[in-house]
């Protein structure tokens, strides 16, 4: 019989959004939420979306992702998913596409 054991195989992360009432309330910024993260003791973190308008102080995404990066890179956290939802199904499917194409340039940032 083979043991499974998660640490050989995966890492434990958490998601951006587990973060998400923290980040409203106190004005915690993707930085913040790393160094959280880590204090906790989780592995990596997953990015739910990257909403720059509202927790990182008005950074463009593609910069913030890049600081998020670096600062996880110096912690030692690693950046493990990057989530987003897409409508494929609609209507100006071209303004869907663009937005998901952007948050390829996000997740490559990452």
Do not use: Q, W
């Not at 054991?5 to 915690?28: C, H, R, T």
């Not at 910024?29 to 989780?42: N, S, V």
């Not at 927790?55 to 912690?75: D, L, M, P, T």
């Amino acid at each position: 019989m083979i043991k499974f054991s998660p640490k050989k195989y995966m890492k434990i992360g958490v998601s951006s959004y587990s973060f998400k009432k923290a980040m409203d309330k106190d004005g915690l910024t993707y930085i913040d939420i790393c160094d959280k993260a880590k204090e906790i003791g989780f592995e990596g973190i997953e990015f739910s979306g990257i909403d720059t308008a509202k927790y990182s102080h008005g950074e463009r995404s593609i910069e913030c992702a890049k600081n998020i990066a670096e600062h996880c890179r110096e912690i030692g956290l690693e950046v493990i998913n990057f989530a987003v939802g897409a409508n494929f199904l609609a209507e100006d499917i071209d303004a869907e596409l663009e937005k998901i194409l952007h948050c390829v340039d996000i997740a490559e940032a990452l």
